[in-house]
T-cell receptor, first 114, second 114 residues
């Protein structure tokens, strides 16, 4: 079984500032890791994913994440945020033999202030 | 290429009634997964269908059921509705291989039980 902990429920930042959203996971098997974004009244959109290989993963909208196996973390970063990045962000994990069953964290609400 | 389509977008039902939600996956996708999203419990996996068979199941009572048709469209049914079933129900489609990692989400059906 897998579990995901997003360490911050809300993160307020100023526009053009850098941001980091933290995610830790636990699993007894090898996993894939994901970050999704949800805008109000919308479904989930995939930002990026880690499957294997390079631990630094680049995604859409300027986001990137780093997989750290020893710390079981997959933190999301963006060097300069925009108002349009205001949304809820979800970290998710799936066992590699059951990739359709995603286990999500509780989400982090990112609020960008002008 | 059309995305994942969920109907209806909004639904209001009375306690004790039953409801059926529909999900049309992306053309060519054979896997459909369902998730429940609530403020208290977050995003929780309900079940996954692949080639008309339930392949994975979450920890929900038997009141929650689903099926998949030969054209990969899926329906989810909830019987004897309870107030706690009020949620956003999200459907995700993917190609379906066990290691396939790209899940595309629909916009969801918001169910309100009164």
């Amino acid at each position: 079984a897998q579990s995901v902990t997003q360490l911050d429920s809300q993160v307020p930042v100023f526009e053009e500032a850098p941001v980091e959203l933290r995610c830790n996971y636990s699993s007894s098997v090898s996993v894939y890791l994901f970050w999704y974004v949800q805008y109000p009244n919308q479904g989930l959109q995939l930002l990026l994913k880690y499957l294997s290989g390079s631990t630094l993963v680049k995604g859409i909208n300027g986001f990137e994440a780093e997989f750290n196996k020893s710390q079981t973390s997959f933190h999301l970063r963006k060097p300069s945020v925009h108002i349009s990045d205001t949304a809820e962000y979800f970290c998710a994990v799936a066992g590699i033999q059951g990739a359709q069953k995603l286990v999500f964290g509780q989400g982090t609400r990112l609020t960008i202030n002008p | 290429k059309a995305g994942v389509t969920q109907t209806p977008r909004y639904l209001i039902k009375t306690r004790g009634q039953q409801v059926t939600l529909s999900c049309s996956p992306i053309s060519g996708h054979r896997s459909v997964s369902w998730y429940q999203q609530t403020p208290g419990q977050g995003l929780q996996f309900l079940f996954e269908y692949f080639s008309e068979t339930q392949r994975n199941k979450g920890n929900f009572p038997g009141r929650f059921s689903g099926r998949q048709f030969s054209n990969s469209r899926s329906e989810m049914n909830v019987s004897t509705l309870e107030l706690g079933d009020s949620a956003l129900y999200l459907c995700a489609s993917s190609l379906g291989g066990l290691r396939n990692t790209e899940a595309f989400f629909g916009q969801g059906t918001r169910l309100t039980v009164v």
